[in-house]
Nanobody
Framework: VQLQASGGGLVQPGGSLRLSCAAS????????MGWYRQVPGKQRELVAA???????NYADSVKGRFTISRDNAKNTVYLQMNSLKPEDAAVYYC??????????WGQGTLVTVSS
């Protein structure tokens, strides 16, 4: 199983980035997918999630700015991040989950928001 996250980088406040997470080795369409982020010294937190059926939920801090989507034909989940703030800077991780007990993590991609 591999979750390959990409798309991170340096962006100015107010800018946009799109993260991608390409999955392999799993039946992608049956997995719920999520994006989490973590900064040093803090717990990893859920940013956005999308179920296998396409339902989405977001952390309050990103509602209206971030959009999660998935392309089952490409086994890929995306996170469109707009109006980025310095507090959005973190390592972003992709997560795949099925049922209660099966979960996989990607390697993380660094997002830096700074002028």
């Amino acid at each position: 199983v591999q979750l390959q996250a990409s798309g991170g980088g340096l962006v100015q406040p107010g800018g946009s980035l799109r993260l991608s997470c390409a999955a392999s080795g799993i039946s992608f369409k049956i997995f719920d997918m999520g994006w989490y982020r973590q900064v040093p010294g803090k717990q990893r937190e859920l940013v956005a999630a999308i179920t296998s059926g396409g339902s989405t939920n977001y952390a309050d801090s990103v509602k209206g700015r971030f959009t999660i989507s998935r392309d089952n034909a490409k086994n890929t989940v995306y996170l469109q991040m707009n109006s980025l703030k310095p507090e959005d800077a973190a390592v972003y991780y992709c997560n795949a989950r099925s049922g209660c007990c099966t979960a996989y993590w990607g390697q993380g991609t660094l997002v830096t928001v700074s002028s």
